[in-house]
């Protein structure tokens, strides 16, 4: 069965301090993991889109990484902010014909001041 | 990039009621979605919105209650049909130019709460 499962359910950082945030797959056939934002009252903003054969891509202070061999993705936060408070969405795209998205439940991350 | 705009942002219906949802893009895309958030919840796919023909649900989301409209490439409807209470609910518009491997773009969603 398809499953994203992402951890923890939420947590809590002062600002300025870094965080990492966890994706853990089980979709076959692999096509993509994607990390998206979603702030409270509006739609999910994407981030990264990660191909089976990346292993890191940044987006300012957001990284993401990739391993496909363990089927496990990070989001790493660096220097938070304020802003970042929101929830983090993993996405992992299947293909078998046609695509097929399959959406982690979403850590969601509270920075405090 | 997309730029989406959905109407109403809002609502608060009756029960045994039903509601519109209007998603417009600023550009033509091949892919438009339909998803549904409940509260704390992720997303879950609804239907994808084809132009010209009927749309393509997925398992336990069906026409009657849900029918979609997309007359154009930058255009489509959502209806949800005799709304009951568990209909409450944030939907979701989003678009994607290129299947699969392409940014999805989301709207700002529709915050539905049925009474």
């Known amino acids: 069965k398809n499953q994203v499962e992402q951890s923890p359910q939420s947590l809590i950082i002062l600002e300025g301090k870094n965080c990492t945030l966890q994706?853990?797959?089980?979709?076959?056939?692999?096509?993509?993991l994607r990390w998206y934002k979603q702030d409270t009252g509006r739609g999910p903003v994407s981030l990264t889109i990660m191909t089976f054969s990346e292993n890191t891509k940044s987006n300012g202070r957001y990284t993401a990484t990739l391993d496909a061999d363990t089927k496990q993705s990070s989001l790493h936060i660096t220097a938070s902010q304020l802003s970042d408070s929101a929830s983090y969405i993993c996405?992992?795209?299947?293909?078998?014909?046609?695509?097929?998205?399959?959406f982690g439940t979403g850590t969601r991350l509270k920075v405090l001041a | 990039s997309a730029v989406i705009s959905q109407k109403p942002s809002r609502d608060i219906c009756q029960r045994g009621t039903s509601l519109t949802i209007q998603c417009q893009v600023d550009?033509?895309?091949?892919?438009m979605f339909w998803y549904r958030q409940q509260p704390g919840q992720s997303l879950t796919l609804i239907a994808t919105a084809n132009q010209g023909s009927e749309a393509t649900y997925e398992s336990g989301f069906v026409i009657d209650k849900f029918p979609i409209s997309r007359p154009n490439l930058t255009f489509s409807t959502l209806t949800v049909s005799n709304m009951s209470p568990e209909d409450s609910s944030i939907y979701l518009c989003s678009v994607e130019r290129g299947r699969g491997t392409d940014t999805q773009y989301f709207g700002p969603g529709t915050r539905l709460t049925v009474l």
């Open positions: 996405v992992v795209s299947a293909v078998s014909g046609t695509y097929k998205y399959i």
């Open positions: 550009s033509q895309v091949t892919m």
């Open positions: 994706c853990n797959y089980t979709v076959s056939p692999f096509s993509n």
